[in-house]
């Protein structure tokens, strides 16, 4: 009895004292996040180190394969941001890399004294319309260091260049929660000093005051370095930047839900649509405005955004928060080729949450547990849309091609893999009779619908 008292005080001890990894800021920089910090994408970083640490610089050249490139840096003064919350304390810096030649290699390293970051390289956008290619990830959140890690470095294994990644919200799973950014910065490590990221923050980046009132989580204006053009209070989290001829849109429909029908943000979005001299219009936010979540919906989001995608014509809209993944529109069906007005909407997951699937009428594709990240390249006159499962098999795949005043959609879904539709493994464990019935009944009328198109 004694012996298995001692054993139980110290399996108790343990886990007690058992904590998730800190991941504490020290006095060499970490948390190195490449961005656009401007209308015009001029690539900006933010750093961390420890509290100690009270300035910051960027030393940044042209990169050259001598090793000697470095006598030709200069230096940019870093601006400081403290941070102090839940028994972190740290110092965030950041810079706006200005006056750079566009379409050049650079290599830059932050840091001061002796205590410097590795160089690391990335390239200016063009200053013309040539083409690109950007990664687009659904809500990462849980388990991000242990599974998380495989989607965003296979997406960059891929075998394609990238210009930027894009994150439709929940990077993390409680947005106050520093080792979890520990944790989204461990899974892509050095690739964010290299890549440019733009974010747009979900629910899962909010927290309740005491009051119960929601905010966005202290640590993202810190960690990212966003064009300071949206409405006022939403600096950083509702913004835009134009890309090489492509005009992208962050919103932030947390914050709309908080407003209600106070929200600037449809009046601040039409004026970014009516006043938008670019070819293309690819807009990002975390709620979907069709669910590919089974039981989820967001009329009042729809009703207020929708429209406006419509009348302005926009091309593509990429969301997150069901955990499973969508692709269709408010398109009839029928056709694989159609000329079509308004986006095309995405809903898509990369970590390992998983939804049950809506099948929903405006669904064309759909996944359920399935860790996917996409691949979407622009042009002058297309944008070819494909989405990879993280073992890196086709999932979906589409073309917006703009030609003659004409847009046409051409769907190659049929070069994919088997859709998979079945619901997660944790689901199914628990449906009743009930349950299956209703599955089947929803799977039925999504294949006839699709049999009548494919």
Known sequence: ??????????????????????????????????????????????????????????????????????????????????????????????????????????????????RWSEWF??????????????????????????????TIRQANLHGKKIDFMLHAGDLVNRGVNDPEWGEWFYAGGWLYGMIPSIATPGNHEFYRDDNGDRHLTPLWQPTFEFPQNGPEGLKESVYYFDYQGCRFISLNTQAMFEAEENSPQPQWLESVLKNNDQKWTIVTFHHPIYSSGYGRDNPDLRNALKPLFEKYDVDLVLQGHDHAYGRGGNIPVGLKNRNIKGPVYVVSVSGPKMYNLSMGEWMDRGAASTQLYQIIDVTADQINFASYTVTGELYDQFEIIKRDHQKIFIDHQERAIEENVQPPQRYQERFSDEDWKEFQNRFDAYKEKKSKTY
């Open 121 to 150: 390289h990335f390239r200016t956008p063009s200053d013309k319309n040539d083409p690109f290619t950007f990664l687009y990830f659904g809500d990462a959140q849980n388990d991000l260091k242990s599974l998380w890690s495989r």
């Open 1 to 114: 009895m004694c012996n298995f008292r001692l054993l139980v005080s110290f399996i108790l001890l343990f886990s007690l004292s058992a904590k998730a990894q800190e991941f504490l800021p020290t006095e060499y920089p970490d948390r190195i996040n490449l961005t656009f910090g401007k209308q015009d994408a001029t690539p900006a970083v933010t750093w961390r180190v420890s509290a100690n640490i009270d300035s910051g610089i960027v030393e940044i050249a042209p990169a050259k394969a001598d090793p000697e490139f470095t006598r030709k840096k200069f230096s940019i003064e870093a601006k400081i941001n403290p941070y102090d919350d839940g028994g972190v304390k740290a110092h965030f810096f950041s810079a706006i890399l200005d006056d750079l030649e566009p379409d050049s290699l650079y290599a830059y390293r932050v840091g001061k004294k002796e």
